[in-house]
């Protein structure tokens, strides 16, 4: 069984470009999360989908970042302009059972 | 609200030492605990969870014990190997299903490297 699939699993971009990035959860799991790792901290939640619907995004940094999930299947999330204190492992997983992707390492210089 | 802390990094041990990483949490109701382990180039796995006070759980040699009076989650191993070489994250869930339909809340990660 496929796992949940991100990529890019790197992207390095400059700041105030836009960056999206993409998660492909595993097939039949209604529940698709983010997450993000700056700079050796903690991993944080940015938002949590039950199929197309956001159930929960309190932890969406501010309105640069804009996530989907069109169709209830893979989500996007894309961040627009990027600022340097966007880098960061961004993290996706989708449940039940929660299983993680690889991540997508971000670096904005 | 909920947070997780663990002890800072990093760990490094000899090959067959023991080891122990400290977690305690806050929460505000009855959360499920988990440590999760990432390999170098590798994502986020579940190593081990416990939904309740007193469950101990365990995986690969690793065991820890949800400790509702002390609010721990300590995670232990007898014997490290060099293939345990990894960061680790101790988290937690609220809310029912142990966890598998809610958000997880991440302590800041230790990383451990055995020597041989």
């Known amino acids: 069984e496929a796992g949940v699939t991100q990529f890019p699993s790197h992207s390095v971009i400059e700041k105030g470009q836009t960056v999206t990035l993409r998660c492909d959860p595993i097939?039949?799991?209604?529940?698709l999360y983010w997450y993000r790792r700056v700079m050796g901290k903690e991993i944080k939640f940015l938002l949590h989908?039950?199929?197309?619907?956001?159930?929960?995004e309190s932890g969406m940094p501010n309105n640069r970042f804009l996530a989907e999930r069109t169709g209830g299947t893979y989500s996007t999330l894309k961040v627009q302009p990027a600022e340097l204190e966007d880098s960061g492992v961004y993290f996706c997983a989708s449940s039940p059972p929660y299983t993680f992707g690889s991540g997508t390492r971000l670096t904005v210089v | 609200g909920n947070s997780v802390t663990q002890m800072e990094g990093p760990v490094t041990l000899s090959e067959e030492a023991f080891l122990t990483i400290n977690c305690t949490y806050t929460a505000t109701g009855y959360p499920s605990l988990f440590w999760y382990v990432q390999y170098p180039g590798e994502g986020l796995q579940l190593l081990l969870k416990?939904?309740?006070?007193?469950d101990k759980g365990s995986n690969k040699g690793f065991e820890a014990t949800y400790r509702k009076e002390t609010t721990s989650f300590h995670l232990e191993k007898g014997s490290v190997q060099v293939s345990d070489s990894a960061v680790y994250f101790c988290?937690?869930?609220?809310?029912?299903?142990?966890?598998?339909?809610?958000?997880?809340?991440f302590g800041t990660g230790t990383l451990l490297a055995v020597q041989p």
């Open positions: 416990a939904t309740k006070a007193d």
């Open positions: 097939s039949g799991h209604d529940n």
């Open positions: 989908f039950v199929k197309e619907s956001k159930q929960d």
């Open positions: 988290a937690l869930s609220e809310g029912p299903y142990g966890g598998a339909t809610n958000k997880l809340i």
